[in-house]
């Protein structure tokens, strides 16, 4: 089989097609076809070994996929279409995933949508509904809104009867978090100011923050008493620290989001995870923006421009159908720069 290989740690550079022996599955997993992977942000960590999990050399990275499952196995019938999470492994034609990380697929949501479905609203749902205990009504502010994360956040913050207000760096970007539900887009420079003016200074419930770095104490600061910031990852490269005396004041909290490290704890919460959001699915509710599609091939590409922040939506590798499309072709563009 075909699949996209680590060969060094020196970012994107180091990621080369090669044919591989195809996975054979271990007790509890299931081998699925894959047919598109989604592109996320501990891809990018993992080519340089910045992730906390360090395969060693050479290894195929790819965190969430979405195919026909290839025998019957883990309570799925051969042909089933499934999402899942290999966690390493996805850019490649076959991969083998443990049972409790792969999920049902409705027949009307391609597998594009697909595999841009489990990472990112798999960790929203934890943060908001797990972690900060969201409640309808509420108003929250969500960090990088037009990522991965962040469209998730919002349309799922919308679906449970939030207030949504995005924090995005470009008109462009706005118009993504708009399509994913935020009600209202404020622009970077400026936005505590431009958040305390929408809620007549009151400020907001939930901040939903995976960029981390220098918005994080503005962040904090456009709380409203009892509001809770959940860090979910640091996008921005930079690692903030909290001065405990504003929580005091405040009576604010900070809370981390680990739903890798929780799925361990609990190995059946991804799936009951996943029923919950089934009907939201299945409505159309949470709907993945894809920005562009790259073939297997151009899978450095595809990290390279989201290790650059020049991502608009979901990036997609599609494994199955590698034939040029109009969004792989401008993407291209994008990558040659």
């Given at each position: 089989?075909?699949?996209?290989?680590?060969?060094?740690?020196?970012?994107?550079?180091?990621?080369?097609?090669?044919?591989?022996p195809?996975?054979?599955?271990?007790?509890?997993?299931?081998?699925?076809?894959?047919h598109?992977?989604?592109?996320?942000?501990?891809?990018?960590?993992?080519?340089r070994?910045?992730?906390?999990?360090?395969?060693?050399?050479p290894?195929?990275?790819?965190?969430?996929?979405?195919?026909?499952?290839?025998?019957?196995?883990?309570?799925?019938?051969?042909?089933?279409?499934?999402?899942a999470?290999?966690?390493?492994?996805?850019f490649?034609?076959?991969?083998?995933?443990?049972?409790?990380?792969?999920?049902?697929?409705?027949?009307?949501?391609?597998?594009?949508?697909?595999?841009?479905?489990?990472?990112?609203?798999?960790?929203?749902?934890?943060?908001?509904?797990?972690?900060?205990?969201?409640?309808?009504?509420?108003?929250?502010?969500?960090?990088?809104?037009?990522?991965?994360?962040?469209?998730?956040?919002?349309?799922?913050?919308?679906?449970?009867?939030?207030?949504?207000?995005?924090?995005?760096?470009?008109?462009?970007?706005?118009?993504?978090?708009?399509?994913?539900?935020?009600?209202?887009?404020?622009?970077?420079?400026?936005f505590?100011?431009?958040?305390?003016?929408?809620?007549?200074?009151?400020?907001?419930?939930?901040?939903?923050?995976?960029?981390?770095?220098?918005?994080?104490?503005?962040?904090?600061?456009?709380?409203?008493?009892?509001?809770?910031?959940?860090?979910?990852?640091?996008?921005?490269?930079?690692?903030?620290?909290?001065?405990?005396?504003?929580?005091?004041?405040?009576?604010?909290?900070?809370?981390?989001?680990?739903?890798?490290?929780?799925?361990?704890?609990?190995?059946?919460?991804?799936?009951?995870?996943?029923?919950?959001?089934?009907?939201?699915?299945?409505?159309?509710?949470?709907?993945?923006?894809?920005?562009?599609?790259?073939?297997?091939?151009?899978?450095?590409?595809?990290?390279?421009?989201?290790?650059?922040?020049?991502?608009?939506?979901r990036?997609?590798?599609?494994?199955?159908?590698?034939?040029?499309?109009?969004?792989?072709?401008?993407?291209?563009?994008?990558?040659?720069?």
């Amino acid at each position: 089989m075909r699949a996209a290989i680590i060969t060094a740690l020196n970012g994107p550079d180091g990621v080369v097609i090669r044919d591989q022996p195809e996975p054979e599955p271990a007790a509890g997993q299931v081998r699925i076809d894959v047919h598109s992977a989604g592109v996320v942000f501990p891809d990018v960590l993992q080519t340089r070994g910045g992730y906390q999990l360090r395969p060693e050399l050479p290894f195929t990275p790819g965190w969430e996929v979405a195919g026909a499952v290839r025998e019957d196995s883990g309570g799925f019938r051969a042909g089933d279409r499934v999402a899942a999470m290999p966690v390493i492994g996805g850019f490649a034609e076959t991969v083998a995933v443990s049972s409790e990380m792969v999920f049902p697929l409705p027949d009307d949501v391609g597998f594009d949508k697909g595999a841009a479905l489990p990472l990112n609203y798999l960790t929203g749902h934890f943060a908001l509904m797990r972690r900060a205990r969201l409640v309808a009504g509420e108003t929250v502010l969500v960090q990088g809104a037009a990522g991965g994360v962040g469209t998730a956040a919002c349309q799922l913050a919308a679906a449970y009867g939030a207030r949504v207000i995005a924090v995005v760096s470009t008109p462009e970007k706005g118009d993504i978090a708009r399509a994913a539900g935020a009600h209202e887009v404020v622009e970077v420079a400026g936005f505590r100011d431009q958040v305390s003016r929408l809620t007549d200074g009151r400020g907001v419930d939930v901040v939903v923050d995976p960029v981390g770095g220098d918005r994080f104490t503005d962040s904090l600061r456009t709380l409203a008493p009892e509001g809770r910031l959940i860090v979910i990852g640091f996008t921005g490269r930079e690692i903030p620290t909290v001065k405990v005396n504003r929580l005091l004041l405040t009576n604010t909290t900070v809370m981390g989001a680990a739903s890798e490290e929780f799925w361990h704890l609990d190995p059946g919460y991804a799936k009951r995870q996943w029923n919950e959001l089934m009907p939201l699915i299945r409505s159309g509710a949470i709907d993945p923006p894809i920005g562009a599609i790259f073939s297997l091939e151009e899978t450095a590409s595809a990290l390279r421009a989201m290790d650059e922040r020049r991502a608009i939506g979901r990036l997609i590798v599609r494994v199955r159908e590698p034939s040029p499309t109009p969004a792989t072709q401008s993407i291209r563009s994008l990558g040659s720069h």
